[in-house]
């Protein structure tokens, strides 16, 4: 079985900073792809940036030039820091990774989901 794990979540003021992780975990061959989503409440679940396993990034426009995603393989973690958040950042924070274990070819990970909340 394949787990994704997220912390660092939590509520920030506007202008603040916070450190998204999400690590992988279980019978892992390798990972390859993975991303960070978000879902704000009455709206669909949207991309905010995704990274390749050569560390080849893209992100939201709504995020450029604020949030970096970055990632360890060695650790199979993938980070996201976010500065100079908006109110309209505020939403749950999914992590999903693209994983192969020693039993089954690749597939596509969801994590729980952690809670960024962005107000004065």
């Known amino acids: 079985q394949v787990q994704l794990v997220e912390s660092g979540g939590g509520l920030v003021q506007p202008g603040g900073s916070l450190r998204l992780s999400c690590v992988v975990s279980g019978s892992i061959f390798s990972t390859y792809g993975m991303g960070w989503y978000r879902q704000a409440p009455g709206k669909q679940r949207e991309l905010v940036a995704t990274i390749t396993r050569g560390d080849s990034t893209n992100y939201a426009d709504s995020v450029k030039g604020r949030f970096t995603i970055s990632r360890d393989n060695a650790k199979n973690t993938v980070y996201l820091q976010m500065n100079s958040l908006k109110p309209e950042d505020t939403a749950v924070y999914y992590c999903?990774?693209?994983?192969?274990?020693?039993?089954?070819?690749?597939?596509?990970?969801w994590g729980q989901g952690t809670q960024v909340t962005v107000s004065s």
């Open positions: 999903n990774a693209f994983v192969s274990t020693y039993s089954d070819y690749v597939k596509r990970y």
